[in-house]
């Protein structure tokens, strides 16, 4: 994998030793947001968001209690992005493939799934869209005809 994602709250992540994912809460911070045109919801997670981290807090029975329901408490992230350090909490930023040390399987168990990071459309995309571009992805939706009523047609111009 060349590009690596950073990690925000509502990361899907799974234990090796659990039998269901559970969604990644940020609480150490309250300020960073990354890929949230609003700016209130996708907090960035650190390696500091241990103990109860989780939306749930389970990822259903946990393997190494013999099956019992699992209660994960993150005592350490290890893999994270060494160059970003947030003020808030002193914390380097997680990337899609770091890993969570659970206290109960004591190894590296828990890994992230999907980043949490998703595709906002905003109106400065649409309006730095080129419609050619647009009309081969869409083959449908008709982006160019605006710009066909704006050129003055003569026998000199071929639009296809």
């Not at 809460?25 to 989780?54: H, M, P, W």
């Amino acid at each position: 994998m060349g590009e690596k994602h950073l990690v925000c709250q509502g990361a899907t992540c799974k234990c090796q030793f659990g039998t269901a994912p559970d969604k990644l809460l940020v609480k150490t911070q309250s300020k960073r947001y990354i890929n949230d045109k609003e700016g209130s919801k996708k907090l960035i997670a650190t390696n500091k968001d241990i103990g109860q981290t989780f939306e749930k807090n389970t990822f259903g029975s946990c393997a190494k209690m013999n099956n019992s329901p699992c209660k994960p408490v993150v005592v350490k992230w290890d893999g994270y992005y060494d160059h970003i350090t947030l003020k808030d909490n002193e914390g380097k930023a997680l990337l899609e493939d770091s890993k969570a040390t659970c206290a109960i399987s004591g190894t590296a168990s828990i890994e992230i799934i999907n980043h949490g990071q998703t595709l906002e459309v905003t109106k400065q995309n649409e309006n730095n869209a080129r419609p050619e571009v647009l009309a081969e992805l869409c083959p449908f939706q008709n982006f160019l005809e605006d710009e066909i009523e704006d050129i003055e047609m003569d026998d000199t111009y071929v639009i296809l």
